[in-house]
C-alpha cells in the first residue's frame, strides 16, 4: 500500500533541437483541464498507480522546434486509481504523509527545462530541474510532441528526493514490504 512513491513531482516535459538552452520564443500555456500525470509506483509484490493533477505550465517554442518548459503539480490531488475504499483511502494517506511526499508542507512539485536537445521529428531529449520536498535535482527524459499534444515518460528515484520509505537502499530484511526506489510519470499534456 505504501509503495506509490510516485512523486509526480511532475513529470511534464519537452525539449528542443539541438543541445539547446530553453529560451523564449512562442510561449504555449498547458491545458490543465485536458492534460494528465500518470504515476506508477512498483514493490516486491506489485505494483500501484494513480494520478496527480497540473496546476500550470507552459511549453516555449521557435517555430514549431520545442525550447522549453516549466510545470507545477499539485501534490495535494495525488490519488491512487487501483484501489478501492479503505485501501484506497490508506494508500493515499500515506502517500500524501511525511514517509512519502509531505504534502501538507509541500502542497506543490515543479519541473523546469534547463537544456533541450532534438532527438528525430517531433522528439526530444530534455534535461530539467526537477523539485519535490524542496529538493531539486536533474531528471533527462523523452518528450514527442504533434500538433498541440506532447508525451513524456519520466523515472524518478525518489530516495534523491528524501523518501526512502521502504526502500530496499537503505534498509535490510524488508523482504516482500520492499518499496523499489524508481517510479514512472506518464505526462499526457495539451496546449
Known amino acids: 500500500m505504501k509503495k506509490g512513491v510516485l512523486s509526480l513531482a511532475l513529470a511534464m516535459v519537452f525539449g528542443v533541437a539541438m543541445a539547446t538552452e530553453p529560451t523564449v520564443g512562442d510561449k ?7 492534460s494528465t500525470i500518470t504515476w506508477k509506483a512498483y514493490k516486491v509484490t506489485g505494483s500501484h498507480y494513480g494520478t496527480v ?3 500550470s505550465g507552459s511549453l516555449i517554442f521557435d517555430g514549431d522546434k520545442l525550447t522549453g518548459g516549466e ?3 499539485d501534490m495535494t490531488s495525488l490519488v491512487a486509481l487501483d484501489l478501492e475504499g479503505e485501501s484506497k483511502g490508506k494508500l493515499e494517506g500515506h ?3 511525511e514517509d512519502f511526499f509531505s504534502t501538507e508542507k509541500y502542497t506543490s512539485s515543479k519541473l523546469v527545462f534547463t537544456k533541450v536537445k532534438s532527438t528525430g521529428k517531433n522528439a526530444y531529449e530534455v534535461t530539467g530541474d526537477l523539485t519535490i520536498k524542496g529538493i531539486t535535482k ?3 527524459f523523452d518528450v514527442s510532441v504533434y500538433g498541440s499534444k506532447a508525451t513524456a515518460s519520466v523515472k524518478v528515484d525518489r530516495t534523491a ?3 526512502k520509505y521502504g526502500s530496499g537502499s ?13 517510479f514512472d510519470l506518464v505526462v499526457d499534456l495539451e496546449f
Open 53 to 55: 493533477n497540473l496546476k
Open 71 to 73: 510545470f507545477e503539480a
Open 170 to 182: 537503505f534498509f535490510e530484511n524488508l523482504g516482500d514490504k520492499t518499496i523499489y526506489d524508481e
Open 28 to 34: 504555449k500555456e498547458v491545458k490543465t483541464e485536458s
Open 138 to 140: 536533474p531528471v533527462t
Open 161 to 163: 528526493y528524501d523518501i
Open 95 to 97: 502517500l500524501k504523509s
